[in-house]
């Protein structure tokens, strides 16, 4: 996808998932430059999630496919094929982090883990 951003630094501090009832977040400090003059390509994002455990965590693995994301880039947005692509992966590109549960917490009765008083 394409988003446009002013020339600067710029970290992704957290990524939330949802899954039915269940809402999870992970702190995921990855940082990257976005120069002031071109298109800045990030790389290709892929995110691998543990099965459900008491301990659960994401891991996020940053590659780069330019070259296939260059010629999507100029199929999709014609206008920006005369504009120079800079690469700027973000660091770290490998990262593992705790998945934390949101609330608010299912409310269904089996989830319960309390007597009702």
């Given amino acids: 996808f394409f ?3 002013d020339p600067g630094d710029y970290q992704v501090t957290r990524m939330f998932i949802q899954e039915g009832g269940f809402r999870s977040s992970a702190e995921v400090p990855m940082e990257f430059e976005v120069p002031e003059y071109g298109v800045v390509y990030l790389g290709t994002w892929r995110f691998q999630i543990d099965s459900p455990n008491f301990i659960r965590e994401v891991e996020v693995k940053i590659s780069s496919e330019q070259v296939k994301a260059i010629v999507e880039l100029h199929a999709r ?15 770290p590109s490998l990262l593992r982090s705790r998945l934390y549960e949101i609330t608010p917490y299912p409310r269904f009765r089996w989830f319960n883990r309390h007597n009702s008083t």
Wanted: charged share 5%; proline share 22%.
């Fill in 3 to 5: 988003l446009p951003l």
């Fill in 77 to 91: 947005y014609p206008s920006l094929s005369l504009q120079p692509v800079v690469s700027a992966l973000p660091e």
